[in-house]
């Protein structure tokens, strides 16, 4: 594994939402978002999670993870490795961090992928999250999307 830096935070600091909204314009074709849609992001959710790896100062792979502790369901909300980065395990360890994360803290961690995603599907299935529904157009017209489920046996 190369020699990367891991960050996390949990606090709001302003320079996340263009950190997260330069590698959205990296790594995606369609949903990437923009430096305004991630400060609303922060705004709306009170609890979450920024993980992010840097090689050389620069941000090479970065994850979003948002819960309700009422609820305590998490919800894997995005995940970018930038593409000349890819297939090196960063998508695992951005997983894994978040997972460490969600285990102290919900009962229930949820993703959702694209259905033709197939490195996130298989990275989902070798950790045991469940499709647990399929979702029609949920990327928009004629993006169909799967639900994916994992209980973690957290008691809150």
């Not at 819960?67 to 297939?87: C, G, M, N, R, T």
């Not at 996130?120 to 399929?134: M, T």
Request: proline share 3%; net charge negative.
């Amino acid at each position: 594994m190369m020699n990367v830096i891991k960050h996390t935070a949990t606090e709001y600091d302003s320079s996340l939402p263009k950190m997260l909204a330069t590698i959205d314009a990296i790594c995606f074709d369609t949903d990437k978002m923009q430096e305004e849609e991630w400060t609303a992001f922060f705004d709306k959710h009170k609890s979450w999670l920024v993980v992010w790896y840097e090689l050389e100062n620069r941000p090479i792979a970065a994850a979003v993870m948002c819960w309700s502790s009422h609820a305590q369901i998490a919800y894997l909300d995005s995940s970018a490795v930038l593409p000349e980065y890819q297939k090196q395990g960063l998508g695992q360890l951005l997983l894994d961090d978040r997972l460490s994360y969600a285990f102290d803290i919900a009962t229930v961690i949820q993703a959702h992928t694209r259905t033709d995603n197939t490195a996130v599907i298989k990275l989902l299935s070798k950790n045991n999250f469940k499709p647990i529904q399929y979702v029609p157009d949920f990327y928009g017209s004629e993006e169909d999307g799967i639900l994916w489920s994992l209980r973690t046996g957290c008691r809150g």
